[in-house]
């Protein structure tokens, strides 16, 4: 699945095809020993991400 990670300086981190675990991602969050994350190969502080948001996928229609 496909995920958008938005960040409070209005910066944007799109993961294509991530493995995401939302119960292990949530309390590596709420964790307070933990100070930053990665996120697709990059370390972030924990506390600059506004949210991480599933992207529908699109899918092109074909016409015959």
């Known amino acids: 699945m496909d995920y958008q990670v ?16 939302a119960t292990a991602f949530t309390a590596t969050l709420n964790d307070p020993k933990i100070n930053f994350v990665n996120i697709g190969g990059a370390i972030i502080n924990k506390h600059t991400i506004n949210s991480v948001l599933p992207v529908a996928a699109t899918q092109t229609e074909t016409q015959a």
């Open 6 to 21: 938005q960040l409070n300086n209005g910066q944007v981190i799109n993961l294509t095809n991530a493995e995401f675990d």
